[in-house]
T-cell receptor
Framework: GAGVSQTPSNKVTEKGKYVELRCDPISGHTALYWYRQSLGQGPEFLIYFQGTGAADDSGLPNDRFFAVRPEGSVSTLKIQRTERGDSAVYLC?????????????FGPGTRLTVL | DQQVKQNSPSLSVQEGRISILNCDYTNSMFDYFLWYKKYPAEGPTFLISISSIKDKNEDGRFTVFLNKSAKHLSLHIVPSQPGDSAVYFCAAISTGGGNKLTFGTGTQLKVEL
């Protein structure tokens, strides 16, 4: 079956602009995660959804970052007033259930470049 | 503070030999550990995992060892194949503290012919 998909694959924007990154999880997966991977680092947790609600948003760096999952499937990560330091690969993952040891399946990521 | 550390940024081994990738952690609340493999322009792919109640888990050519007292785990790949060349990330979860993965910085493995 289809895996996790993310669009766009690449996004170039200017400092101060607003961007939206989309994640389509594996069909039927109830939990969805966002991570950010900066150059030379491992992925860092941003936010986790169980169904439509954010169960843990402790990784969001500041209030410029916001994510939604209105129907419990597709999620959108929104970044306002982008800064050069936001440049990274944004990864999305999903799991079948909300069990802590469920395998997280990752999408290919969106590479965000802020000029 | 880096709670999961992979101190070797790169490793090169010959085809057919054993690859050993190491990982250390500092948070004693971590109780489930995973290895992910990542090719360029792709997302990380789950490889193998181990619960803190075990000290070894094996899946084909891949074996993960956990030493809780030393807060150390390792991934053994034997025999290594050219297709194993990728970045390997160690990750950990505290299952009582939510489902977020904490990753190390990765080790680039190159398997040479």
């Amino acid at each position: 079956g289809a895996g996790v998909s993310q669009t766009p694959s690449n996004k170039v924007t200017e400092k101060g602009k607003y961007v939206e990154l989309r994640c389509d999880p594996i069909s039927g997966h109830t939990a969805l995660y966002w991570y950010r991977q900066s150059l030379g680092q491992g992925p860092e947790f941003l936010i986790y959804f169980q169904g439509t609600g954010a169960a843990d948003d402790s990784g969001l760096p500041n209030d410029r970052f916001f994510a939604v999952r209105p129907e419990g499937s597709v999620s959108t990560l929104k970044i306002q007033r982008t800064e050069r330091g936001d440049s990274a690969v944004y990864l999305c993952a999903s799991t079948l259930t909300s069990g802590g040891t469920d395998t997280q399946y990752f999408g290919p990521g969106t590479r965000l470049t802020v000029l | 503070d880096q709670q999961v550390k992979q101190n070797s940024p790169s490793l090169s081994v010959q085809e057919g030999r054993i690859s050993i990738l190491n990982c250390d952690y500092t948070n004693s609340m971590f109780d489930y550990f995973l290895w992910y493999k990542k090719y360029p322009a792709e997302g990380p792919t789950f490889l193998i995992s181990i619960s803190s109640i075990k000290d070894k888990n094996e899946d084909g050519r891949f074996t993960v060892f956990l030493n809780k007292s030393a807060k150390h785990l390792s991934l053994h790949i034997v025999p290594s194949q050219p297709g194993d060349s990728a970045v390997y990330f160690c990750a950990a979860i505290s299952t009582g503290g939510g489902n977020k993965l904490t990753f190390g910085t990765g080790t680039q493995l190159k398997v040479e012919l």
